[in-house]
């Protein structure tokens, strides 16, 4: 077989980097534990299943395309760099981005990522997958040094991009509709909020659910996810941290029986505490 170089070149694209938590211990584990085996099977056949779904109807010169790469415990998605807010490879990779976080979590793993613009070379083949570049680092350290909680954040040129696509929005009258999207936190950085009803819709016509499950079935196994977090890691713990950092952010929109579940599971941690 003649085997023709690669053309590298890098190319202006829109980049996210996801962080899939705890992942290497889980994987680890998974040697001896077949509940954690599990939890695995069902992470490796999601990515694989949400890379296959899109390439059954897309095809790669399609503007809603997505080259998307698992590596090691990471994802990598991108696309190529909008001229304007108003490009569908915008709210394409937020949207994409947010359901692949919020499916994560109800799998039973949260996880941590950046989105970014640059520089990035990614080429997926039927044989060989590969993605580099400044772009990449970027997001990487990104993740790694700003993104601190359970959280995808976005940087300054993702988030002037989104101010643009609102004020179109603001023009039509359909503002409501993507209110609180994106989130400030307390630190200052914009990120993606994973519970929002766009990605409990996005999911169901995605890659996890089909039409016959509720709308809130995903948003019950997120925060089952949430409480078994809380319930395993250590009190006054970075991981406690994290994971009382996603209840905050979870509770508006919980479902009232989870909230239920929640009273029940704050009784028995604090009179575990007084004792």
Known sequence: MDIQ???????????????????SDLVNKSRFDSQKRKIVEKIVN????????????????????????FISDSIVISTDAPQSGNDSQLLNILKYTGSVGLSLLAIGVPCRGSIVTGKIF?????????????ALVNAYNLEKTVAVYPRIVIDNSIY????????????????ETWKDLLKLDQDGEWFINIFHQIFVANIQT??????????????????????????????????????????????????????????????????????
């Not at 190319?11 to 980097?17: D, H, P, R, T, Y």
């Not at 999601?46 to 790469?69: A, N, T």
């Not at 990614?122 to 400044?134: A, I």
């Not at 994971?243 to 509770?251: E, I, M, P, R, T």
Request: aromatic residues 14%; glycine residues 4%.
């Open 5 to 23: 170089p690669i053309k590298f070149t890098y190319k202006n694209s829109l980049v996210a980097f996801i962080d899939i938590l705890g992942f």
């Open 46 to 69: 999601f990515v694989r299943d949400m890379i296959f779904d899109q390439e059954k109807i897309l095809q790669p010169d399609d503007p809603f395309y997505l080259k998307v790469s």
């Open 122 to 134: 990614h080429l997926r083949e039927p044989n060989f997958n590969t993605v580099v570049g400044p």
């Open 160 to 175: 002037n991009l989104f101010k643009e696509y609102l004020a179109t929005e603001y023009a039509l009258g359909d503002l």
């Open 206 to 275: 995605l890659f996890l659910y089909g039409p016959e499950y509720e709308d809130d079935d995903i948003l019950k196994q997120a925060g089952n996810s949430i409480i078994e977090g809380l319930k395993k890691s250590n009190p006054q713990t970075r991981e406690q941290d994290k994971y009382n950092w996603l209840l905050s952010q979870y509770l508006p929109y919980a479902p009232s029986d989870f909230k239920e579940l929640l009273v029940k599971y704050m009784c028995t941690r604090n009179g575990e505490s007084s004792q």
